[in-house]
Structures are given as C-alpha cells and as structure tokens.
C-alpha cells in the first residue's frame, strides 16, 4: 500500500479563495482524522470520520472549514473563503485499531 | 481527558551519545501511549506504543520506551544517536473509547557531528 495520499503537497493561495485539500486513506482503514500543526498551537485534531460518517467536528475552528468523505477512499477538508492565519501543514491520517498512519501533509500559506 | 506534557522543547545531542526523551500524561486510568516521529516535510510515523503488559517496549530504528505508571511518564530512548534521528518527536496519549490521540507539544532534537 502506498500509504495515506494528500494533495497538493503545497498550496499558496489569496486571501478569499477557497481552498480544497484531499486525501486518500489506506485501503481498509474505517477511521481518518484531520489536523492543523502550526508552530503556535501544535497538533490540532479538526475532524474524525468512522465508516465515512463525521462522528466528532469540534475541532474545525470555524464555519469556513468543512470536511466531507463521500466514499472509504477519499476526504477532502474545505476552506472557504481562506484567510492568513489558515496556513499551516494539514495532514490526514488513517487508522484501524490504535495505529495512526499520517500522511507527508499540505502545507498551506494564504498570502 | 487526557492530557501529555513534553518538557523539553529542544534537544541537541552528539552523534554516538545516548538520547532520552521525556513525556508525562495525565489520565485516570491506564492509557495508550505512543511515540511518534517527524522528520522535516514529512508527516508523522510510528514509532512504538503501549498498551499493557511489559513496560519496556522496543521500537523501529533501535528506540525504546518505558512505561513507569507511579511516575505518569513514558520516556523513549536510544543508546547511541545517529545524525538520521534528527527530528521531532511526539508523545501521544489515547485511551479506553475514546477515539482521539492527544499530541504532546513535540521535542526537537538536533544531532552533532
């Protein structure tokens, strides 16, 4: 297995754009989480997904984010409209029992 | 819930010298306890976990951890460093149902020649 995919693996983007990052989780992993690292705040859980259903949103900072996952094989975690202090790396990570596999992450600069 | 507390932010250690990272939780009863590293641009791997049983657990790359339950402490170590161990490393708490992993703040550790 190719392990967790994330695209792009970069993004810089205006202020006010919306903004769509992705992910392909391993092969049958039933849960997949997103989060935020930034300098400041570390590693920030945003949303976790169990059979592709959202079971846990408190994380997503905003109403700007969103996060969908409309199949087992595929997340996309949604920023609209993107503003400076969104950038961070964003990784996705899936899992089955306690193991987590992260993905290499995007890393995000609204200017 | 649970909590982790990494104490050191930066470590440097000469290459061949042992390394010992140090990490505490706080959670009321026996927790899952992971390390994880980071090298730069890329995400996160596994190093080892525990969940029971022996408190010495052995990981990838020649690490090793130790659960000590008095102590709320899960500290990783190495006996002799490798300039390829330079990068972050996180300690991550889980426990029972609860899905969520909490990440400690993360320890830099630098390599010297």
């Known amino acids: 297995d190719a392990g967790v995919i994330q695209s792009p693996r970069h993004e810089v983007t205006e202020m006010g754009q919306e903004v769509t990052l992705r992910c392909k989780p391993i092969?049958?992993?039933?849960?997949l989480f997103w989060y935020r690292q930034t300098m400041m705040r570390g590693l920030e859980l945003l949303i976790y997904?169990?059979?592709?259903?959202?079971?846990?949103d408190s994380g997503m900072p905003e109403d700007r984010f969103s996060a969908k996952m409309p199949n087992a094989s595929f997340s996309t975690l949604k920023i609209q409209p993107s503003e400076p202090r969104d950038s961070a790396v964003y990784f996705c990570?899936?899992?089955?029992?306690?193991?987590?596999?992260f993905g290499q992450g995007t890393r995000l600069t609204v200017v | 819930a649970q909590s982790v507390t990494q104490p050191d932010i930066h470590i440097t250690v000469s290459e061949g010298a042992s390394l010992e990272l140090r990490c505490n939780y706080s959670?009321?009863?026996?927790?899952?306890l992971f390390w994880y590293v980071q090298s730069p641009g890329q995400g996160l791997q596994l190093l080892l976990k525990?969940?029971?049983?022996?408190?010495l657990v052995q990981g990838i790359k020649g690490f090793e951890a130790e659960f000590k339950r008095s102590q709320s402490s899960f500290n990783l170590r190495k006996p002799s460093v490798h300039w390829s161990d330079a990068a972050e490393y996180f300690c991550?708490?889980?426990?029972?149902?609860?899905?969520?992993?909490?990440f400690g703040a993360g320890t830099t550790v630098t390599v010297r020649a």
């Open positions: 990570a899936s899992r089955e029992g306690w193991e987590a596999f």
């Open positions: 525990y969940f029971s049983g022996d408190t």
């Open positions: 997904f169990n059979n592709n259903v959202p079971i846990d």
């Open positions: 991550a708490v889980g426990a029972g149902n609860d899905y969520k992993l909490s």
């Open positions: 092969s049958g992993h039933n849960s």
């Open positions: 959670y009321g009863a026996t927790p899952y």
